[in-house]
């Protein structure tokens, strides 16, 4: 699993960091740090802050393709 954000359509809501703490993390205002080849213990997670993020900036990879949830590549 590969966790890929748009950080130039990331408007720093950090919706994402409410359903997935322990991936997501906005330090200071507006800086989004997070982990971009999380374990698959956190896939629930990680697709719950993609599903959470209202301007769509966060997608899931799974193996060569794109996930469904998310914003396309």
Do not use: K
């Amino acid at each position: 699993m590969r966790v890929v954000v748009d950080l130039n359509r990331c408007q720093a809501y950090a919706q994402c960091c409410y359903a997935a703490p322990d991936r997501f993390v906005l330090q200071g205002d507006e800086i989004l740090v997070y982990d971009p080849a999380p374990p698959d213990r956190d896939r629930a997670a990680v697709e719950r802050a993609v599903q959470a993020c209202p301007v769509r900036a966060i997608r899931v990879e799974h193996g060569d393709a794109p996930a469904a949830a998310g914003i396309s590549a």
